[in-house]
């Protein structure tokens, strides 16, 4: 073992020491080296660069990072990519200087039975897939890594965030994958890694179609066209947003979209690359049916996942059903008709607020999505809801005097938090929040009987319906009916009450 060193590409005089132990570890395209401290990598390229590859990786720690994290929220951006921030020459090798990833993003136990990937570093495929959770398979991951459901969507959302800031940048991942993208449900981070293979539309095209699974189907049912063809079709924005709504789609039902029944083709080869492009198929399209999942044929391990009639997308709620439609049904052949990473991001947050607990300590899920049906239960365990659960609608003043509903409403549970972004429209749910924005402003119980919201922040909150101010520190009865102004400040909301499962 010996330490050796390199040099800058970028700065003059900057060198970086790595420890070479004869054996470096092996990506797809680089030998990555740690460095002393293990803070950092460097990460070498097995082949030749050329002078286009050379100054796109340039662009991308010099100018590109720039753009993304010196300026305002940009330290949120750095916990959301793994992304390089020098690049390194040695002799004829060029390399990059790349942050480690966080401690979390490591499998502390791995499978639930053995070793076996302990220390790995937790790829979003691990927990894309039902048989790595379920509880008959001998190589599920222990349940202690798996997070719960809501963990999906928080992670999703964070996901949707990083895609939406790569795209206002007019930059494209062009790799977009589960494999690219590692994630910990247990404290619900991501980060997005392999950013060398970044596309600038006109200036520097992509180096690959993309991996397996989240390729879009323009790109693969032109693959076969030379390079320079006119109708070949390449890496950009609009396959990274089918391969974001893919890995959503993945990370919420642990199956495929297109990944269905229907043989396109008895060559095997032939079937999978119709199948996933120029014939795919949403397998839950609303109208044909021909794509559905034979249960009879899928593996023990993929249930009861691959059973689209008992945990169908409907699951998901219908801000994210409308969304999957856009994105498997309408714009699966058009592109442009996709939805966009901002369009994921606000579903997925109004979805968090129509989630409730699953009473059952054993449920694998333990939250589910409100559907406000008559007999409310958990799809996944199928726990009835206990009680009843009060519904917020939310509205807005539309003109003077005049409130209209806002399409968005707040499942209740005992010991749940108001927030400002649910009291005031001007206050935005994303990474802009100012820390006072992100402390509860009062929560909801059930006490004595009765559903009630504790004030604890607000300084307008009054009760409409009895025309009754509620100052900080009191509490006032959520009931049928009743309508509450959460603030009178502009932008403030009224919501009116339902009670369901009465």
């Known amino acids: 073992m010996s330490?050796?060193?390199?040099?800058?590409?970028?700065?003059p005089g900057k060198t970086y020491q790595y420890v070479d132990n004869g054996e470096p570890m092996r990506g797809g395209m680089k030998d990555v080296y740690f460095g002393p401290d293990k803070s950092y990598v460097v990460a070498f390229y097995r082949d030749a660069k050329d002078f286009n590859t050379k100054e796109r990786l340039r662009k991308i720690v010099t100018q590109y990072y720039d753009n993304f994290f010196n300026r305002e929220h940009g330290d949120y951006?750095?916990?959301?990519?793994?992304w390089p921030t020098d690049m390194v020459e040695s002799g004829d090798k060029v390399g990059l200087i790349v942050p480690a990833y966080d401690k979390n993003f490591f499998f502390k136990k791995g499978y639930a039975t053995g070793e076996g990937i302990k220390g790995k570093e937790k790829q979003g495929l691990w927990f894309a897939s039902s048989k790595f959770r379920n509880r008959q398979f001998p190589l599920?991951?222990?349940e202690s890594e798996l997070g719960s459901w809501l963990s999906y969507f928080q992670i999703n959302i964070k996901i949707a965030r990083g895609v939406k800031r790569l795209h206002a940048a007019g930059l494209a991942h062009s790799d977009l994958s589960y494999k690219n993208v590692l994630i910990d449900p247990v404290s619900r981070a991501a980060t997005i890694i392999?950013?060398?293979?970044?596309?600038?539309?006109?200036?520097?095209p992509p180096d690959v179609i993309g991996t397996a699974d989240f390729i879009a189907p323009e790109?693969?049912?032109t693959k076969h066209l030379d390079l320079r063809d006119a109708n070949r079709k390449h890496a950009n924005r609009t396959t990274d947003l089918h391969a974001l709504a893919v890995m959503i789609y993945m990370y919420l039902l642990y199956r495929h979209p297109l990944k269905g029944g229907k043989v396109n083709d008895l060559d095997t080869e032939k079937d999978d690359l119709l199948s996933m492009g120029e014939k795919a198929l949403f397998i839950e399209h609303p109208t044909d049916l021909s794509n559905r999942p034979k249960v009879n044929q899928l593996a023990k391990s993929a249930l009861p996942w691959g059973d689209v009639d008992k945990i169908p997308y409907t699951v998901t709620g219908p801000y994210l059903k409308k969304l999957f439609d856009d994105a498997f049904v309408a714009g699966l052949h058009h592109p442009n008709l996709r939805p966009n990473a901002d369009n994921w991001e606000h579903a997925l947050l109004k979805t968090t607020d129509l989630m409730q607990p699953c009473s059952n300590s054993r449920c694998d899920q333990k939250w589910f999505v409100f559907d406000n049906t008559t007999t409310p239960k958990c799809p996944f365990c199928g726990t009835p809801v206990n009680?009843?659960?009060?519904?917020?609608?939310l509205y807005y003043e539309f003109r003077p005097t005049v409130w209209q509903p806002e399409h968005h409403r707040l499942m209740v549970y005992n010991n749940q938090y108001l927030f400002q972004w649910h009291v005031n429209r001007n206050v935005v749910r994303n990474e802009r929040l100012t820390p006072e924005q992100k402390t509860p402003v009062g929560y909801f119980t059930f006490y004595?009987?009765?559903w009630v919201l504790v004030n604890q922040k607000l300084t307008s909150l009054k009760d409409l319906t009895e025309n009754k101010d509620i100052p900080p520190g009191k509490m006032v009865d959520i009931t049928d009916g009743k309508k509450l102004l959460l603030s009178a400040e502009d932008g403030g909301r009224v919501v009116m009450v339902t009670i369901a499962n009465k």
Do not use: H, M, W
């Open 219 to 221: 790109v693969l049912a």
């Open 140 to 142: 599920r991951l222990d």
């Open 387 to 393: 009680g009843t659960v009060p519904v917020l609608d």
């Open 77 to 82: 951006y750095k916990e959301l990519y793994c």
């Open 194 to 204: 392999d950013i060398d293979g970044l596309v600038v539309p006109g200036l520097f």
């Open 448 to 450: 004595n009987g009765q």
């Open 3 to 11: 330490i050796k060193s390199v040099t800058s590409a970028i700065t």
